[in-house]
């Protein structure tokens, strides 16, 4: 919005020329998105707190949890409104991959919260029953996977990392990737979110190296020294993803351990969903497996530990996602979360090696 109201008058006033670059409105985002979700954050949990609107816990789960059963939970909301806040501020919205991103993180996070809604007002632990929650989550992510190509002719060329030279035109077999891939890791951030502030910090770190990319990849001059592909327009995105590093860190400040508020399927869906939809603008499809190792290693633990128990009758885990069977281990909560974000940041630098390793 800043971008078309002020950059027009650069002419004839000095300073307003800045608004032209991606990298200045994207520290823009960065410091209005958490501005906004550390005021707001404290506002939510106090009307949380009064309404006794609490986190549901496991019966199943680690017995250290049950101390949290006052917590209050759904703060993805203030962690969104900075986000849509400061993304309407700050990017330029006559680019196509703004209102998508921004189109699909909302309607993923109606998703979320119509399943905390059951969770947590209606008291029923289970939320949206997985027959209604994951047909809707399929719809939406084929939206928008349908606009990308068919709407706005995307390349369906599939980049592979560390192979220059090799990349295989998928056609219209890009699609149900591409909608399999904002489902799964919507689903694995999902799953990731179990223990203070253990999923905040790996999405930060996640969206900082797409941040990266994103704004290589709408680069053309430096898309070509690193010979990635140019994705024309797709550098705003970069200012999507440091409002939402910006958002995650204010939300952090009362998230991290002992946490005063949780996420909520409302935070934790869409952040998936809008990471993987950045993934495949900027053609770094394949990495996100680097990039989001932590999300693809605690929803790995849950397939295997449900096909080892379905097939051979025995669990491989002492419990499901992985951060529990660390827990259950003598793991202390803190140094499960802190060993977790370490792994992160080191999948994070080993995916931006990518850039050169060709």
Not at 184 to 213: K, Q
Not at 256 to 284: E, R
Not at 291 to 309: D, K
Request: charged residues 15%.
């Amino acid at each position: 919005m800043l971008y078309h109201l002020l950059y027009p008058l650069h002419d004839k006033l000095v300073g307003f020329g800045v608004f032209k670059y991606i990298t200045f409105r994207a520290f823009l985002a960065f410091f209005t998105a958490m501005f906004i979700s550390f005021f707001a954050t404290p506002l939510f949990i106090r009307y949380m707190r009064r309404r006794a609107l609490w986190q549901s816990i496991r019966e199943d789960g680690p017995a250290g949890h049950f101390e949290k059963d006052k917590t209050p939970t759904m703060g993805g909301v203030a962690i969104w409104i900075g986000v849509f806040v400061a993304t309407f501020i700050c990017a330029r919205w006559d680019t196509k991959f703004v209102p998508l991103s921004i189109g699909l993180a909302i309607a993923y996070a109606f998703v979320g919260f119509v399943d905390d809604y059951k969770k947590v007002i209606l008291k029923d632990y289970h939320g949206l029953k997985a027959r209604y929650k994951f047909p809707l989550q399929l719809a939406l992510a084929l939206c928008a996977s349908l606009a990308l190509f068919d709407g706005f002719g995307f390349d369906t060329h599939l980049s592979v990392p560390f192979f220059k030279n090799v990349t295989p035109d998928l056609g219209w077999f890009y699609v149900p990737i591409a909608t399999l891939l904002i489902v799964g890791v919507s689903n694995a951030v999902n799953l990731t979110d179990g223990l203070d502030g253990l999923v905040t910090m790996p999405s930060i770190i996640a969206y900082m190296a797409y941040g990266v990319f994103c704004y290589i990849v709408g680069h053309a001059g430096i898309a070509a020294y690193l010979n990635v592909p140019f994705v024309p327009e797709s550098g705003e995105l970069a200012i999507v993803c440091t409002a939402i590093i910006g958002a995650l860190l204010g939300f952090l400040w009362y998230n991290a351990q002992p946490a005063d508020i949780f996420m909520g399927d409302v935070g934790s869906l869409p952040l998936g969903a809008v990471l993987a939809l950045v993934a495949i603008v900027s053609k770094h499809e394949i990495v996100l497996s680097i990039v989001g190792g932590i999300f693809f290693l605690e929803t790995m633990s849950v397939i295997v530990q449900v096909a080892s128990f379905q097939l051979f009758g025995k669990r491989v885990l002492k419990m499901a996602p992985l951060h529990h069977h660390f827990e259950l281990k003598g793991w202390k909560e803190s140094k499960v979360i802190v060993r977790f974000w370490i792994v992160a940041f080191v999948l994070a630098v080993l995916s931006l090696s990518t850039l050169k390793l060709r």
